[in-house]
């Protein structure tokens, strides 16, 4: 069975600093990654996904995400975060060949002025 | 635009009483499913539909069920509901149901049961 740990509940940070949120997966098959965005009493919608191919995956907003196999992680990154980023991310994760889709306990992101 | 709509996004209720939570999508979807959220959990799958008179249990189905009637609505109804089902309640649809696909979320539910 597939399981999803975001190593960090809560990550503050101030305007304009990089941020990276943390995911880990841990799965006995090959795996679809996804990173999902919540803002405030919104419901989630797709960051980037990563199905095959090139490693590192570019999102909307500016965020992106890198798959490493070896240590079955899939981290997000942004260089350069604004206000408007403020929100709950989540990891998830299918595995190949299956449709349930696994989340994440969720990351909260602050960004501070 | 194609989009999903859940009525209604605040509800409290009483221990015991049968609750319907709706769920309308307009993206012509026939993969449908219900998630609830909870601190420290994420997002936990409750029932999931893969076309109309299709209904399956997810990992937290107890106390609640689902039937779909037409493509476009899935309720959610809470038989007897307990405090232990206060949450957050989302609905989803995607487009093809296959692991890889996006699912398109809607805004949510909000259910209090005292």
């Known amino acids: 069975a597939q399981s999803v740990t975001q190593l960090d509940s809560q990550v503050p940070v101030f305007e304009e600093a990089p941020v990276e949120l943390r995911c880990n997966y841990s799965?006995?098959?090959?795996?679809?990654l996804f990173w999902y965005v919540q803002y405030p009493n919104q419901g989630l919608q797709l960051l980037l996904k990563y199905l095959s191919g090139s490693t590192l995956v570019k999102g909307i907003n500016g965020f992106e995400a890198e798959f490493n196999k070896s240590q079955t992680s899939f981290h997000l990154r942004k260089p350069s975060v604004h206000i408007s980023d403020t929100a709950e991310y989540f990891c998830?994760?299918?595995?190949?060949?299956?449709?349930?889709?696994?989340f994440g306990a969720g990351t909260r992101l602050f960004v501070k002025a | 635009d194609a989009e999903i709509t859940q009525s209604p996004r605040h509800k409290i209720t009483e221990t015991g009483r049968q609750v319907t939570l709706a769920c309308h999508q307009t993206?012509?979807?026939?993969?449908m499913f219900w998630y609830r959220q909870d601190l420290g959990h994420g997002l936990r799958l409750i029932h999931y539909s893969y076309g109309v008179q299709d209904t399956n249990k997810g990992e937290v189905s107890d106390g609640y069920s689902v039937s779909r009637s037409n493509t476009e609505d899935l309720p959610l109804t809470l038989e007897s509901a307990a405090s232990s089902q206060t949450s957050v309640y989302f609905c989803a649809s995607s487009e093809s149901g296959q692991g890889w696909d996006e699912q398109f979320f809607g805004p949510g539910t909000r259910l209090t049961v005292l």
């Open positions: 799965s006995s098959v090959s795996v679809y």
């Open positions: 998830a994760v299918t595995r190949n060949g299956g449709f349930k889709t696994i």
């Open positions: 993206w012509n979807h026939n993969n």
